[in-house]
């Protein structure tokens, strides 16, 4: 899964003078939307579960834009682990402008044969850590406000077979933003609470998948398997993690600042 970036500097400095916490931040959709970040002027920190990966990420940015980006271990449905990152954040910036709950996991397999352990371990990853991350930052954002932006799917718009865990968390996740920009508004109307949905793109969470390492098999590339899932695409493709980052980099800057409550569609016209 070696990912090519090809981000150009743009010099609009569209997040200048604002915090993110980002979590997955070590590889995938988070390691791109932490760079996008970074690009564009944000002070980044950068949590992982793998604070390897995060390390990686945080020395991408430094060597490549000259800009530090702290990072931590973190395990996003533990909620001292969420406590830890806000003092972290507190002690380096003393406000937080901008969240994104992108950690995530994939588990597949039928409801027959789907353990409720597994069950868990995906609803408690992708959905519960998303409470947990809007329920945190909540008393950093009250009194300047601030952009949250939750990582949802296009699995949680159209059914797919032996997702059941995966595609019920995220169909969650974009009920949860909805009811948390409400809840945020009540609290400061310059609260945005907003959510993304991808479809297919191109990171290491498909290795997740029992079928994925027969697919590439089949296939006989990495590529070529991405290209055989995506043929249900409109655009015949998988997205790249930059562009479903340029939607979060929209949503965290002042572009989008009359938007709350929203869903983001990024899937090439899948979910149609």
């Not at 569209?14 to 590889?27: D, P, Y």
């Not at 993690?241 to 709350?260: C, G, K, N, Q």
Request: glycine content about 8%; proline content about 3%.
């Amino acid at each position: 899964f070696k990912q090519t970036f090809n981000m150009t500097v743009t010099g609009t400095s569209k997040l200048a003078g604002k915090s993110a916490l980002v979590t997955g931040g070590g590889s995938g959709i988070g390691r791109a939307i932490c760079r996008a970040f970074a690009l564009e002027g944000a002070t980044v920190l950068i949590t992982d579960i793998d604070l390897e990966k995060a390390e990686a990420t945080s020395r991408e940015i430094h060597d490549e834009f000259s800009v530090k980006a702290e990072c931590i271990r973190m395990d996003v449905t533990s909620e001292a682990d969420w406590n830890n990152a806000i003092s972290v954040i507190t002690s380096l910036s003393q406000k937080l402008d901008i969240l994104v709950n992108n950690a995530g996991i994939s588990r597949t397999g039928p409801i027959r044969e789907f353990s409720l352990e597994e069950w868990n371990t995906v609803i408690q990853v992708n959905l519960t850590s998303v409470f947990l991350g809007i329920k945190a930052v909540s008393d950093l954002m009250k009194d300047h406000g601030g952009s949250i932006i939750n990582m949802a799917s296009a699995s949680g718009i159209k059914a797919i077979p032996n997702a059941s865990a995966y595609g019920s968390g995220k169909a969650a996740v974009r009920m949860l933003t909805k009811i948390a920009a409400l809840e945020m508004a009540e609290i400061n109307p310059n609260i945005r609470v907003n959510s993304v949905s991808p479809g297919g793109v191109k990171t290491p969470l498909w290795k997740d998948n029992p079928f994925w390492d027969p697919l590439v098999k089949k296939a006989g590339s990495e590529e070529a398997g991405f290209q055989m899932l995506a043929q249900d695409t409109p655009q015949k493709r998988f997205a790249d993690p930059e562009e479903i980052a340029e939607m979060v980099v929209f949503l965290a800057s002042d572009e989008s600042r009359f938007m709350t409550g929203s869903d983001l569609v990024t899937d090439g016209g899948y979910s149609i």
